[in-house]
């Protein structure tokens, strides 16, 4: 048995734990830059404001209609949903963080002890009492199905928050209510087919031939719907496989025209990159970096990328940086006004298990994991910051966040203060 807990309007609701006064008025989390709004609260939705609305484009209908705007804060969403997770964790003997709001639990056994909808009571008054999120909750023997009942929570307000789908009844009546569309890895065009099938349904798709089903789609489908009809296919995944990419890429707050400027935003992102990259515990041979113009106006456009290949598997930032700068020296034009850059890391090996060339002339640096262990150690600690000369300290390329809340719960300067 399955549970999947997800908090309700996640950014959205971060925003408001610490400002009760806006509790109930209509919220937007806007992108990158400021650019388009990416999470809303009810209030919101209800305006028919959408997902992607540009800000400049919306701006005036949003002072006029009392919208508040807010930009990503992913230093306060990162450490709440930290929390979130920790308490969802504590009460479940298994756990699988899907997404920064989302976390499938093993509850097996739990039914025995009480009814499933008292726990999932009990799941949200302990994360509502502790962190001040809402949470819904649904339970069902499949991951798809809790999914589903967890979606039900969301959607309809007479449930309280929790569906419990052990019944198969329960589960029939609701798959018959929720469209083929709704559906937790059935996309777009999935959908499309699907419909033309006549499938337009949970509840259809459910009943649909497994054969018809596994010659017209791949195994994923033929999965999804063993799952619908309450056979577990896919298993709780404790410790998630680690990537077999990592990308940091960012718009820059404003044009960036010269070369110092774009190495100093492209070190930062190797940086981060090789961060997440030691954070997974894997090492890298790949390195790319790519940069853009502006999409839209009358100025020159130029977009490019270049790859660089280490001769050892490595983690070492500098490493990394060193292979990035020699990558942007080789796409980099004059006479542009850059919009975006990122760095992509690939070809990874996991640390201890890469065999070196015999033949190479280049070796690992002496201590580098060492050294490296030691800088995360710190930036970590959150007693002091290490980095690289190459970031700059002056960094005019940085990111728009003109509208960003205090790091209530991680900068000991901006913590809540009661007069």
Known sequence: ?????????????????????????????????????????????????KMGAPLFKNERYFRENGVHIFSSNYALYGDMSARMMAILGEMAPGQEIYSIDESFLDVSGISSYMPLEDFGL?????????????????????????????????????????????????QRKLLALVSVDDIWGIGGRL??????????????L????????????????????????????????????????????????????????????????????????????????????SVNTGRYG???????????????????????IGLALRALDAIWRDGYRYAKAGVTLGDFYQSGVAQLDMFSQQLPRANADALMSAVDQINRSGLGKVWFAGQGTDNVWKMKREMLSPRYTTCLSETLRVK
């Open 122 to 170: 009990q799941m949200r008054n302990r994360v509502k009492k502790e962190i001040g999120l809402t949470i819904g909750v649904g339970f069902g023997p499949s991951k798809t199905l809790a999914k589903l009942a967890n979606f039900a929570a969301k959607k309809w307000t007479r449930t309280g928050g929790i569906v419990d789908l052990t019944s198969p009844e329960r």
């Open 298 to 320: 009358n100025e020159p456009q130029y977009a490019n990328s270049a790859a660089m290949t280490c001769e050892y598997p490595t983690s070492d930032t500098r490493d990394i």
């Open 191 to 204: 959908s499309k087919r699907l419909h033309t099938m006549g499938i337009s349904t949970a509840l259809q």
């Open 206 to 289: 459910a009943d649909s031939n497994i054969s018809m089903i596994r010659k017209s789609f791949d195994v994923i489908v033929e999965r999804t719907v063993r799952e619908l009809n309450g056979e577990s296919c896919l298993a709780l995944e404790d410790a998630p496989p680690p990537k077999q990419q990592i990308v940091v890429s960012r718009s820059f707050g404003q044009r960036v025209t010269s070369i110092e400027d774009l190495q100093q935003a492209v070190v930062t992102y190797a940086t981060r990159a090789s961060e997440k990259l030691r954070e997974q515990g894997s090492k890298c041979q790949h390195v790319s970096v």
């Open 1 to 49: 048995m399955f549970a999947l807990a997800d908090a309700n309007n996640f950014y959205a609701s971060c925003e408001t734990v610490f400002r009760p006064d806006l509790r109930g008025k209509p919220i937007c989390v806007v992108s990158n830059n400021d650019g388009c709004v990416i999470a809303r609260s009810a209030e919101a939705k209800r305006m028919g404001i």
